[in-house]
């Protein structure tokens, strides 16, 4: 019943190692696992808001609903798309696009997270370029924005090698006290302009709509 009334469930990104799409009820729950076993260090916070911390139950409820808020949420004004980020056939991570009226600012940002065993061997570059492909090449975005703390240079690493820009300095509290992020901004421009591997897009036409594209 879902399927035809909602169909970014069809939505397929696929790169040389992995597929990114809307993960099921069974696959958020495995994806909770996988964030609730660790995905920074204990003494680390890279996120914008600190939910990777929260105690059990809260956790498991919570990124549970985020999920739901997600699609519950949706409108072609204001949208956020939560892919779960597959390896061989098991989910490992997950990778974010969002906008706000983007059909007047052609403007998307990324968030994403991987699990820590299949961190360090490039997968996070791998998975942010194929959400920028989905915005440049198939949505027709003009810009694409990130930000990351000043300690956490292996997302700001991930940005400057697909291309991205320095764009300011930022300041975000995930834990009640303020502090610096670099934020990074890359354009059309810049995308079209750097030679990428491919990025096989599937059912995006049926999709289109939804976005504001």
Known sequence: MTDPLWP?????????????????????????????????PASEMPFGVAWSTKPSPRFEREYIQWHWKQRADWTPEAWSLELAVFLGGRPIGSQSLAAREFATFRAVNTGSWLGRPDQGRGLGKEMRAAVLALAFDGLD???????AFFDNPASAGVSRSLGYRPNGIGSIAPEGVARETERFRMSRAEWLGRSRSEVLIDSLDGCRAMFGA
């Open 8 to 40: 970014l469930y069809h939505l397929r990104l696929r790169t040389e190692r992995l597929e990114l799409r809307l993960p099921n009820e069974v696959e958020i729950g495995e994806l909770c696992l996988i964030a609730k076993a660790g995905i920074h």
């Open 141 to 147: 975005a003009e810009a694409a924005t990130t930000e």
